[in-house]
């Protein structure tokens, strides 16, 4: 069982910066490769980005590349989200995950093959 808290939602300005982080806790960190998710308001969770269990391997959605940055520190069993050049059409609950048993390469932006959820985060950003 793994246990994830994500931290660091709030409201912002357009062009304005937010780093979102998710503290996991229970199983060996290093297990799992992680992703963040999000949703808006009537709208399906999509996939924004995810990070390789050693952190040597990224994944990004269109969207957001060059834009967010997703790292990790498996020393204190912490993976971030760094948020630059905000746009309203980002907000949304914003959500981390933790994957224990696929491959990183060809999974990483299924949702449906993550195991561990976080409670989310809600990330506004306004015009």
């Known amino acids: 069982q793994v246990q994830l808290v994500e931290s660091g939602g709030g409201l912002v300005q357009a062009g304005g910066s937010l780093r979102l982080s998710c503290a996991a806790s229970g199983r060996t960190f290093s297990n799992y490769f992680m992703g963040w998710f999000r949703q808006a308001p009537g709208k399906e969770r999509e996939f924004v980005a995810a990070i390789s269990r050693s952190g040597s391997s990224t994944n990004y959605r269109d969207s957001v590349k060059g834009r967010f940055t997703i790292s990790r520190d498996n020393a204190q069993n912490t993976v971030y989200l760094q948020m630059n050049m905000l746009k309203p059409e980002d907000t949304a609950e914003y959500y981390c995950?933790?994957?224990?048993?696929?491959?990183?390469?060809?999974?990483?932006?299924?949702?449906?093959?993550?195991?561990?959820w976080g409670q989310g985060t809600q990330v506004t950003v306004s015009s």
């Open positions: 995950a933790a994957n224990r048993r696929f491959q990183f390469g060809a999974y990483s932006s299924d949702g449906k093959t993550y195991d561990y």
